[in-house]
T-cell receptor, first 111, second 114 residues
Framework: QKEVEQNSGPLSVPEGAIASLNCTYSDRGSQSFFWYRQYSGKSPELIMFIYSNGDKEDGRFTAQLNKASQYVSLLIRDSQPSDSATYLCAASGAGSYQLTFGKGTKLSVIP | GAVVSQHPSWVICKSGTSVKIECRSLDFQATTMFWYRQFPKQSLMLMATSNEGSKATYEQGVEKDKFLINHASLTLSTLTVTSAHPEDSSFYIC??????????FGPGTRLTVT
């Protein structure tokens, strides 16, 4: 059974701080990892994806992947109240387009 | 780029009727489309995977005769909820992939069955 685990939160950070969101996955065959943001009542929006070990930066967002530890994280620098949302971690295996989603971490950025 | 639309955005129907939801990839051809359902405060649940021109693959526990999926072209997939009941009320979201691994989600359709 492929599983993606996330702390449900809520994770509260003050405005301007770094928010750190974590995710672990059970299937060692997973090759691609995705972070989605979902505002309440809306559909998920793709923020970043990462395939290789190490860090990948895009603006205020940095995704980190450690395949040996089966661990994925998302750092949000200079957090803004508009970043308050549920963040979904997802993984897909080789040759498959299907994503296995975690249950999401709710982030609250306090002004 | 990578825009996916859904129609309608919300629908209210009476118990026993059928509802069709359309999912379109607007600026890319989608080799594969997915249909998800999400209940309040819960995560996404994959219902089925559809590939253009072939039968959809349904996840365990999803009734294929109740949730009819047609992927008629590389830009259009439809989900028909047949004989809808109040327990089918949910947020239905489609996603599409252009053949890479990332999925792009439509805005969702909120179905309420009375």
């Amino acid at each position: 059974q492929k599983e993606v685990e996330q702390n449900s939160g809520p994770l509260s950070v003050p405005e301007g701080a770094i928010a750190s969101l974590n995710c672990t996955y059970s299937d060692r065959g997973s090759q691609s990892f995705f972070w989605y943001r979902q505002y309440s009542g809306k559909s998920p929006e793709l923020i970043m994806f990462i395939y290789s070990n190490g860090d990948k930066e895009d603006g205020r967002f940095t995704a980190q992947l450690n395949k040996a530890s089966q661990y994925v994280s998302l750092l949000i620098r200079d957090s803004q109240p508009s970043d308050s949302a549920t963040y979904l971690c997802a993984a897909s295996g080789a040759g498959s387009y299907q994503l296995t989603f975690g249950k999401g971490t709710k982030l609250s950025v306090i002004p | 780029g990578a825009v996916v639309s859904q129609h309608p955005s919300w629908v209210i129907c009476k118990s026993g009727t059928s509802v069709k939801i359309e999912c379109r990839s607007l600026d890319f051809q989608a080799t594969t489309m997915f249909w998800y359902r999400q209940f309040p405060k819960q995560s996404l649940m994959l219902m089925a995977t559809s590939n253009e021109g072939s039968k959809a693959t349904y996840e365990q526990g999803v009734e294929k005769d109740k949730f009819l999926i047609n992927h008629a072209s590389l830009t259009l997939s439809t989900l028909t909820v047949t004989s809808a009941h109040p327990e089918d009320s949910s947020f239905y979201i489609c996603s599409a992939t252009p053949g890479l691994h990332e999925q792009y989600f439509g805005p969702g359709t909120r179905l309420t069955v009375t």
